[in-house]
Nanobody, 125 residues
Framework: QVQLVESGGGLVQAGASLRLSCAAS????????MAWFRQAPGREREFVAA????????DYADSVKGRFTISRDNAKNTVYLQMNSLLPEDTAVYLC??????????????????WGQGTQVTVSS
């Protein structure tokens, strides 16, 4: 079992930056692929970014490429999402997810076993 707790969300203006954190506990962190998803009201859960166990491999949704960066610190059992040049359409609840079974990076939420409660990000225009 892995417990995930997100933090770092907030209300910002368009063009600002935020850094989200996801702290993992309850099990060894290193074997897990980690990802960020987001969900806006009335919309399906959307893939944002993913990272491999070492952090050397990453993947991003087209909508955030060049603006967001996913990283992880295995010594701190934490994964981060640095979000720059935020847009109003980035407004959503951001959720951290973990999978111990993946053979590669995946944007499919159904393949992730553990989820945090989410942190709200609101970007005003």
């Amino acid at each position: 079992q892995v417990q995930l707790v997100e933090s770092g969300g907030g209300l910002v203006q368009a063009g600002a930056s935020l850094r989200l954190s996801c702290a993992a506990s309850g099990h060894t962190f290193i074997p897990y692929y980690m990802a960020w998803f987001r969900q806006a009201p009335g919309r399906e859960r959307e893939f944002v970014a993913a990272t491999s166990q070492t952090g050397r491999s990453t993947d991003y949704a087209d909508s955030v490429k060049g603006r967001f960066t996913i990283s992880r610190d295995n010594a701190k059992n934490t994964v981060y999402l640095q979000m720059n040049s935020l847009l109003p359409e980035d407004t959503a609840v951001y959720l951290c997810a973990a999978s111990g079974d993946l053979l590669g990076l995946s944007p499919r939420p159904t393949l992730y076993d553990y989820w945090g409660q989410g942190t709200q990000v609101t970007v005003s225009s």
